[in-house]
């Protein structure tokens, strides 16, 4: 997972031989990280370090996981958690998921499988990381130029998915002709504004608009995304 830019992960556990194997690994990966063995200290460095994923310890001296998860959630924390225990027991995993914890591992685990469960955490919960943005029914993924629509991925050509991505972004708002031309070919582009019309036609044709409920035509005005 090396190409996630800016990732950072907060580790949580009273066990140092733990702690210091996960973050060096986990540094190796391409992510910023921090520690904390104990939980007092973990809620203060997540309100300061603002992680995108959590790797908290149930069985802790003092404040317990279960008790870290409660405050991280009371206090609004956007961050995913992923939980590690030593017991792989049916009604420590509910409580955990009951409080707000994202997923967990039980120990011991291997770092390739919580490496791929933060993988996932990010990709679910901050799509930005990796080049996406979520905005409705709509994921878009500007490293592989593709847009997916209720999880299928639509086939596009390089100039349907600038303009669609344009309208996506921009749902809500009335785009003219002019706008888009100026935004999706260029300002020099010197052709007829019709061109517009023959893209629109296409996309909708794509994402079976055929009732023109998705991507509003408002005459002498241009056109609007609005997402159901």
């Not at 009273?14 to 973050?23: A, K, M």
């Not at 994202?102 to 990796?130: C, T």
């Not at 593709?146 to 596009?156: A, H, M, N, R, S």
Request: aromatic content about 8%; hydrophobic content about 45%.
């Amino acid at each position: 997972m090396k190409q996630i830019k800016g990732a950072k992960i907060l580790l949580v556990d009273d066990e140092p031989h733990i702690v210091q194997f996960l973050e060096l690994g986990l540094q190796n990966e391409g992510f910023e990280v921090r520690t904390a063995g104990d939980g007092m200290t973990a809620v203060a460095i997540a309100a300061e370090f603002q992680p995108h994923v959590i790797v908290l310890d149930v069985m802790m001296p003092g404040m317990d996981g279960f008790e870290v998860c409660r405050l991280l959630r009371k206090n609004g924390e956007n961050v995913s958690i992923i939980m590690l225990t030593a017991k792989d027991e049916v009604d420590d995993r509910v409580k955990g998921l009951t409080i707000g914890a994202d997923d967990y591992v039980v120990k011991p685990f291997s770092f390739e499988e919580l490496l791929a469960r933060i993988g996932a955490r990010l990709r679910n919960q901050f799509p930005a990381l990796f080049g996406e943005v979520v905005i409705g029914p709509f994921r878009l993924d500007d490293r592989r130029k593709e847009i997916t629509y209720f999880d299928q991925v639509l086939e596009l050509s390089p100039t349907e998915y600038e303009l669609l991505k344009y309208l996506i972004l921009n749902h809500g708002i009335v785009l003219s002709k002019t706008m888009i031309l100026d935004r999706v070919w260029g300002y020099d582009f010197g052709g007829e504004e019709n061109i517009v019309e023959v893209y629109i036609r296409s996309l909708r044709e794509k994402l079976n608009d055929r009732e023109h409920r998705l991507i509003r035509t408002l005459r002498g005005a241009g056109y609007r995304v609005d997402l159901p």
